[in-house]
């Protein structure tokens, strides 16, 4: 299986709606992913298997040496081929790019092997408030 990643990749509103909604097992939503992906984040990454959309990650960041990885989704059926490490390496090396300095992520915990073994990250201590 060929998978290509793109770095601020053109992509349509439903297909990363759908792609969402399967991923994180919502009902889908009609959400302008693009404004909000041009007006809030440094950038996002698309991976791409015979041209659809199988995985999506956002690149929030504060303008200076912060990133923070939002909405890491892969479809269901192209989960466990490593295209959700092959987002956040990509993620990484553009922030790396853009001079930040640290990646951040948030995540539930049946996700730690992932972001721990598959990816990388390291525990930190952190806080949040439900608003």
């Not at 923070?68 to 956040?88: E, M």
Request: with cysteine.
């Amino acid at each position: 299986m060929t998978i290509t990643y793109e770095w601020r990749g053109d992509f349509d509103n439903s297909a990363v709606n759908a792609l969402h909604a399967e991923g994180f097992d919502h009902r889908p939503v009609n959400a302008d992913w693009l404004t909000r992906v041009h007006r809030h984040s440094l950038g996002w990454v698309c991976a791409r298997h015979d041209g659809d959309l199988v995985g999506f990650v956002n690149v929030a960041w504060d303008g200076g040496a912060h990133a923070f990885l939002l909405d890491t989704v892969v479809a269901v059926g192209h989960r466990r081929f490593g295209i959700g490490g092959g987002l956040v390496a990509e993620a990484a090396r553009q922030a790396r790019t853009a001079g930040c300095e640290w990646l951040h992520v948030d995540f539930e915990d049946d996700l730690r092997s992932f972001y721990f073994d598959a990816c990388g990250f390291r525990p930190t201590t952190a806080g949040l408030v439900a608003l």
